[in-house]
């Protein structure tokens, strides 16, 4: 399964923390890499390191042109981190991980497929989903 990264977060002591489209956290402890791999040492003892950001569509992580991560990397290799919102997604992520149109999402909160308040919450102009309904209903996202 491809993993998308919603966001990521320097933390102290070189640990990324690391959001994921489909509502996993993980911390990733980036101090093997300054032995590993000679260009990440640049972010060692740097404000570089505070610089990262998500690439264009969520694909891995950027500092500059010459370092990067992938998200596989950072979902393979990353601890579980326990937050309130595990298992929360936008209904715009779970579209993309379940090929499906948000319209799809919309009707079946109409219909009664997904309980508002139990299954989906809407927080301003925003639906969230649990990922436990979107298997429910709609079993494993999508490779």
């Known amino acids: 399964m491809f993993h998308k990264i919603n966001s990521v977060k320097a933390l102290d002591n070189y640990i990324l923390k690391i959001r994921f489209a489909e509502g996993i ?16 040492k640049q972010i060692k003892n740097s404000n570089l390191y505070y610089e990262v950001f998500v690439d264009v569509g969520g694909h891995g992580i950027v500092w500059n042109d010459d370092l990067d991560l992938s998200c596989e990397e950072l979902y393979n290799n990353g ?28 009707k079946a909160i109409v219909y009664g497929k997904l309980i508002e308040g139990e299954d989906v919450c809407k927080f301003g102009k925003q639906w969230v989903i649990s990922m436990k309904a979107m298997e429910r209903e709609y079993g494993k996202p999508n490779k």
């Open 25 to 40: 956290t993980k911390l990733y402890d980036l101090k093997p890499w300054f032995k590993i791999y000679p260009k990440f």
């Open 79 to 106: 601890k579980k981190y326990k937050s309130p919102f595990d298992d929360l997604m936008s209904f715009r992520d779970a579209t993309l991980l379940w090929n499906l149109n948000e319209s799809t999402l919309r």
